[in-house]
């Protein structure tokens, strides 16, 4: 565990070690994208502090279209949170190979209609799935690396429900 007190950006780093992002720092706020390039990126995440509230706001932004996500009271919040909403954004989690396959088991089978909801259904309940299970685990990392708690609910709500 950590002792001393970490800064937004040393949460960041700490978290997506093991990812390919970039982070800026500019106007008093911090830019987090994808990548190794220097482009301006037409989507990425940005965390500012209010000067008003003094609260932290995590935000996506999509074409200069920003979408708050959060707000925290905390940098350490923040911190997370921004590595959350990253990690939704640019993670690709989804195999579609066991996807086909799951749905080739379904079209072998005679009890379903191959184009029907319920068909479709059990590749989507696998996907969320697996997105459960790489999120909860990141969750874990979370809780070894860093000296404070952060509640497992809203984590799981912000990278599965983007709320």
């Known amino acids: 565990m950590r002792k001393e007190k970490?800064?937004?950006?040393?949460?960041?780093?700490?978290?997506?070690?093991?990812?390919?992002?970039?982070?800026?720092?500019?106007?008093?706020?911090?830019?987090?994208?994808?990548?190794?390039?220097?482009?301006?990126?037409?989507?990425?995440i940005e965390v500012e502090k209010t000067t008003s509230t003094g609260k932290f706001i995590v935000s996506e932004v999509h074409r200069d279209v920003k979408q708050i996500k959060v707000k925290a009271d905390k940098k350490e919040e923040a911190g997370v949170y921004a590595a959350i909403v990253y990690k939704k954004l640019y993670d690709d989690i989804a195999d579609r190979?066991?996807?086909?396959?799951?749905?080739?088991?379904?079209?072998?089978?005679?009890?379903?209609?191959?184009?029907?909801?319920?068909?479709?259904?059990?590749?989507?309940f696998y996907n969320y799935c697996e997105k459960l299970q790489h999120i909860s685990s990141f969750y874990r990392k979370i809780q070894q690396?860093?000296?404070?708690?952060?509640?497992?609910?809203?984590?799981?709500?912000?990278?599965?429900?983007?709320?």
């Open 6 to 44: 970490l800064r937004l950006i040393n949460i960041i780093h700490i978290l997506l070690q093991d990812e390919e992002y970039k982070l800026k720092k500019f106007d008093g706020k911090i830019m987090l994208f994808k990548g190794t390039s220097t482009i301006y990126p037409e989507e990425y």
């Open 97 to 124: 190979i066991k996807a086909r396959n799951i749905q080739n088991y379904i079209y072998m089978g005679e009890g379903e209609n191959q184009n029907a909801v319920l068909s479709r259904g059990y590749v989507v």
């Open 145 to 163: 690396k860093l000296n404070f708690s952060i509640g497992c609910e809203k984590i799981l709500r912000l990278y599965i429900l983007g709320k």
